[in-house]
């Protein structure tokens, strides 16, 4: 499976984004796409998940209410829509498949957002 990242940039606090994730090759074996980000000397985060199947979201309590994860099953392609990005919003986002197994085995290469105040 390959994941292709896409979207990144710079934007004001307040702006919206949207942050796309292109999959590819044996995409039915996937389970769930997670989005995750991390910002310099911070820990990696895990910041929404939709499982490939039904479409079922999560959400960390950080981006909840301003981040909105999709899915396109005819395009295989997860979006991440954030809206209201805060300077604090601001990292490599990575977006990641797996199989089942809860262990991400599948990432992109990353994409940078930079929120300025």
């Known amino acids: 499976v390959q994941l292709v990242e896409s979207g990144g940039g710079l934007v004001q606090a307040g702006d919206s984004l949207r942050l796309s994730c292109a999959a590819s090759?044996?995409?039915?074996?996937?389970?769930?796409v997670g989005w995750f980000r991390q910002a310099p000397e911070k820990e990696r985060e895990l910041v929404a998940t939709?499982?490939?199947?039904?479409?079922?979201?999560s959400y960390a309590d950080s981006v909840k209410g301003r981040f909105t994860i999709s899915f396109d099953y005819a395009k295989s392609t997860v979006y991440l829509q954030m809206s209201s990005l805060k300077p604090e919003d601001t990292a490599v986002y990575y977006c990641?498949?797996?199989?089942?197994?809860?262990?991400?085995?599948?990432w992109g290469q990353g994409t940078q957002v930079t929120v300025s105040s």
């Open positions: 990641a498949a797996h199989t089942g197994t809860m262990r991400y085995d599948y």
């Open positions: 939709i499982t490939w199947a039904y479409g079922i979201t």
């Open positions: 090759g044996r995409t039915f074996n996937l389970a769930v």
